[in-house]
């Protein structure tokens, strides 16, 4: 008797290879959409010139990296990575920082807008005082 060793050769397999590709995320052909980045900087990044391009976004990655740190480890090397990024950039660090500070607003604006301060609290009740009125002893 003759053993099957695969079912490659089956008519399912086309349509099995397919479903597998899709299952994973594979496409066909097709350049994949998560390499092409689109946030603050992406415009910036690609206007920088090719030599400093690299070292902008290694020091990019450091930033965000350390941005997660604990806060007593994040400030020092915050200022640090600053400083790197203004000896890399140069004149164009200006540029940088005005981005930065607009993309920092824009998410503080969006943290404010999620944190809605609690209702102010009611007013205390307010007593009412009842006057004695003298009595007038008639005689």
Request: hydrophobic share 30%; charged share 30%; aromatic share 4%.
């Given at each position: 008797?003759?053993?099957?060793?695969?079912?490659?050769?089956?008519?399912?397999?086309?349509?099995?290879?397919?479903?597998?590709?899709?299952?994973?995320?594979?496409?066909?052909?097709?350049?994949?959409?998560?390499?092409?980045?689109s946030?603050?900087?992406?415009?910036?990044?690609?206007?920088?010139?090719?030599?400093?391009?690299?070292?902008?976004?290694?020091?990019?990655?450091?930033?965000?990296?350390?941005?997660?740190?604990?806060?007593?480890?994040?400030?020092?090397s915050i200022q640090?990575?600053?400083?790197?990024?203004?000896?890399?950039?140069?004149?164009?660090?200006?540029?940088?920082?005005?981005?930065?500070?607009?993309?920092?607003?824009?998410?503080?604006?969006?943290?404010?807008?999620?944190?809605?301060?609690?209702?102010?609290?009611?007013?205390?009740?307010?007593?009412?005082?009842?006057?004695?009125?003298?009595?007038?002893?008639?005689?």
């Open positions: 008797p003759r053993q099957q060793d695969s079912n490659i050769n089956s008519p399912m397999a086309p349509r099995l290879l397919a479903a597998l590709l899709l299952l994973s995320g594979a496409s066909l052909g097709q350049e994949d959409v998560k390499k092409t980045k946030g603050p900087f992406s415009v910036f990044t690609k206007q920088l010139p090719q030599e400093k391009r690299p070292a902008f976004l290694e020091l990019m990655k450091k930033m965000r990296l350390t941005k997660q740190m604990p806060k007593e480890q994040k400030k020092g640090q990575l600053d400083a790197e990024i203004h000896k890399l950039l140069g004149d164009d660090y200006k540029n940088y920082r005005s981005i930065a500070e607009k993309a920092r607003s824009k998410k503080q604006g969006k943290l404010d807008a999620a944190v809605v301060p609690p209702p102010p609290p009611p007013p205390p009740p307010r007593v009412v005082k009842k006057k004695k009125r003298k009595s007038s002893s008639l005689r």
